[in-house]
């Protein structure tokens, strides 16, 4: 039986109430934590969920074949010199994932074309060789780098060997290896030439020869760090012999030979550590397997092909497209190919880079009508993928994100340009685009938000006076606001709670003059009023809290001050409805705050990442690792991801593996915080976390909202929390 649409069954049901929302909602219901001490509609929504396809960007602003395409840590692409119309071109420019935009940056000391293009550890881009103004075969023995801080170009202190065609690869020591080549002679013929860069120096020094003069050849980092060079072509021959470089050795061996000669091929470093090598001259496909020094035949592509591109999606499948349009992708997991969908325009020469939202952008290139072209396109798997939606009518973070019983989300507060915001808006996941609601009552940063089983959400605290905590309530059936029921007891950075009952429990905070309530407190929609519950043993902020499928509520970890003394939570209390009590539990492995709490099918509620350490802001750090409460009342470790993270959000996603996205990175003992675009994926059923693709935006303080479609909407704080940002993306898992 075929697996159903989720976004084709949404289109259906799209006006329908989910009573059993409210409930799926409240381990969501997380306001932003506390500190410590106008573009265009960008036309990005696929025909279905899951449905791959090549889509149109707008076009570079020049014509360009044989150019190089490197992705910045910014998330732009940087274009780089190339052939246009008979001449090289020493012209850059960059493109802008999130708004589909090009704009020009400095160009190049000398123009170059089959040049090579790395970037290094420092952030800078390094080009050298190719060759310069008419004809292939006087090559470049120069280089440059570029600044993407400052748009410009320097020249290196030396330059490498001249040649062109080159292949380079990046070192695990930050040092650049370009190898082989094709050299001036008479006729331009290959070379064995290697060469080193180094960083720290800024200079070129040569390293040991490769023992076969080649080019069209391919170099690969592998996992071990060695690099892996294969294939390519003397004067003469098509080769199969392999050559492998050893860095801590300098020096190179003689590899196992592929099973056929190949020349223009691609090869590709999978997941599992195993390089695909595929066409050069034919269909066929080999696997080396560096353990071993092995190869082994793998499925043959649709087609021979030769000169084409590879790209390594996020979903560890292989992208492999040419000059006829066609693709298809390799997935390891068979070992078998199978076609996707065509490419808008067949090219050869194309500039290609994977995007952080898991996109294959292409750009450019030589048109089988024999022309030039500035065009450029995007290949979306569909699944592991961010794509841009319209952007939101007002910039903000700090804001809240609710799903509501039609599908749509409503986006209300938060902060923007001009302060604290009343304004709200709608996002709808069919047409990807966002609509205005009427104002809340008064301006809010960083409240709680829950839906109530009527369908109307409550939105709690945010307000600017801190004597006072005030609640109010949309209507989705009228787009309008009205007050309700103000706290009890005045707080901030408390959390909300949706009960089975249909009431929200509100649970810790900080009051004014430093004080930590460890009074709780529950609001009845039945008559809008609040009333006190069982009491907390411990006060705190910054922690997390979720409705468990028994239907207690379970809240872990945030901190509480002491004058200039921060004391980090382990401790875990459980709140039971029925006698509105607490119970302390078992603690946290790891005190934590600025964390992420979920309710899993199993049964299990899973922390995720946070922020650890007492002392000074120096001696604080993200965390990497996960931590599950199990229903028979003990923590047990949950994986690690691969990147550290605080006020990073996460969603449960349909097929109940836990989305985590973004958030900062604070390196403990520094000073130094890195925003994150980077995303991973935890899979219950093997306790384990996956990489998977970055979003399009830095963001840390966002919100990720499941929607109905099966994907996930990520909205706010792009570049950072005190940045507000409109520009809004969606992941599909």
């Known amino acids: 039986m075929a697996r159903p649409n989720p976004k084709a069954a949404f289109f259906m049901k799209r006006l329908a109430v989910v009573p059993a929302l409210a409930v799926l909602m409240a381990c969501v219901a997380c306001g932003a934590s506390a500190p410590d001490v106008d573009s265009q509609d960008l036309g990005t929504e696929r025909s279905a969920l899951g449905t791959p396809q090549w889509r149109a960007t707008s076009s570079a602003l020049n014509s360009r074949n044989n150019a190089t395409a490197t992705r910045l840590p910014s998330g732009q692409v940087l274009v780089t010199g190339g052939t246009s119309s008979g001449s090289t071109l020493a012209n850059a420019e960059l493109y802008q994932p999130d708004t589909g935009t090009w704009t020009a940056t400095g160009s190049m000391t000398t123009s170059r074309s089959e040049h090579t293009a790395t970037l290094l550890n420092n952030g800078k881009v390094l080009v050298a060789n190719g060759y310069t103004c008419c004809l292939a075969g006087v090559y470049l023995a120069t280089s440059e780098l570029f600044d993407p801080a400052t748009g410009t170009w320097t020249a290196t202190t030396n330059g490498p060997r001249a040649r062109g065609i080159g292949k380079d690869v990046l070192l695990a020591s930050g040092k650049v290896l370009v190898t082989g080549g094709a050299v001036s002679s008479s006729p331009p013929g290959p070379s064995n030439i290697v060469d080193l860069y180094d960083p720290a120096t800024n200079s070129w020094s040569a390293a040991p020869s490769l023992v076969t003069n080649r080019y069209r050849h391919t170099a690969t980092l592998l996992p071990s760090g060695k690099v892996l060079v294969a294939g390519g072509s003397t004067r003469t021959t098509v080769q199969k012999t392999v050559e492998v470089y050893d860095p801590t050795t300098n020096a190179w061996t003689a590899g196992a030979p592929m099973f056929l000669a190949r020349q223009y091929h691609t090869a590709t470093v999978l997941p599992s550590g195993k390089v695909l090598v595929a066409g050069g001259g034919s269909a066929t496909a080999e696997l080396y397997n560096p353990a071993t020094n092995t190869w082994a035949y793998t499925g043959s592509m649709s087609r021979s092909r030769s000169n084409h591109s590879a790209s390594l999606l ?42 952080r939202s898991g996109q294959v952008l292409v750009v450019g290139g030589y048109l089988m009508s024999a022309t030039y072209t500035a065009s450029a396109e995007l290949y ?272 449960v ?49 966002h919100t990720l909202t499941s929607l109905p479609t099966g994907e996930v909407l990520a909205v706010g704080c792009a570049d950072g929390w005190y940045s507000g940002s409109g520009f809004a993306e969606v992941y599909a898992p």
């Not at 992208?319 to 068979?334: K, Q, R």
């Not at 007891?489 to 930590?516: N, W």
């Not at 520094?670 to 970055?694: D, F, G, I, M, R």
């Open 314 to 355: 996020p979903s560890g499948k292989v992208l492999v497209f040419d000059n006829s349009g066609t693709a298809e992708v390799y997935d390891p997991a068979t070992g078998a190919w199978s076609a996707t969908a065509g490419m808008l325009l067949g090219r050869s020469g194309g500039a290609v880079a994977l995007l």
């Open 380 to 651: 979306d798997a569909g699944r592991f993928t961010w794509t841009a939606t319209a952007p939101l009518a007002t910039n903000r973070c700090g804001h809240t994100a609710t799903l509501l019983g039609s599908g749509q989300v409503l986006v209300a507060g938060g902060s923007g340009a001009s302060g604290d915001l009343t304004s709200a808006e709608l996002f709808d996941p069919v047409t990807r685009t966002w609509t205005s609601v009427g104002d809340m009552t008064e301006p809010r940063t960083s409240a709680v938000a829950v839906l109530l089983p009527s369908g109307q959400v409550l939105v709690v605290g945010g307000n600017f006076d801190s004597t006072v905590t005030t609640a109010e309530l949309f209507d989705p059936a009228t787009g309008t606001w009205t007050a309700t029921g103000s706290l009890l007891t005045a707080r901030t950075y408390f959390k909300a709670t949706v009960l089975a009952s249909g009431q929200v429990l509100v649970t810790g905070g900080r009051s004014d003059g430093g004080i930590y309530p460890t009074s709780t407190e529950l609001f009845d929609p039945a008559t809008g009023t609040w009333s006190v519950s069982g009491n907390l043993a411990t006060g705190r902020i910054n922690h997390s809290a979720a409705l468990m499928g028994d239907g207690r509520v379970l809240i872990a970890g945030g901190h509480y001050q002491v004058f200039t003394t921060l004391y980090r939570l382990a401790s875990t209390e459980v709140y039971t409805p029925s006698s509105g009590s607490w119970l302390t539990t078992t603690s946290l492995a790891q005190a934590r705050s600025h964390f992420t709490l979920h309710a899993l099918a199993s049964g299990d509620t899973l922390a995720i990442g946070g922020l650890m350490g007492t002392g000074s802001y120096i001696g604080q750090g993200s965390l990497a690792t996960a931590e599950k409460f199990q229903p028979v009342g003990v923590w047990a470790a949950a994986g690690a991801m691969t990147t550290p993270r605080h006020e990073h959000a996460s969603a």
């Open 653 to 701: 996603l349909a097929s109940g593996a836990v989305l985590a996205s973004g958030g900062t990175w604070k390196i403990g003992g520094s000073s130094t915080s890195n925003l994150q675009a980077s995303a991973e994926v935890y899979e219950p059923a093997t306790h384990t976390w996956k990489p998977t693709a970055s979003m399009m935006a830095v963001r840390s303080g």
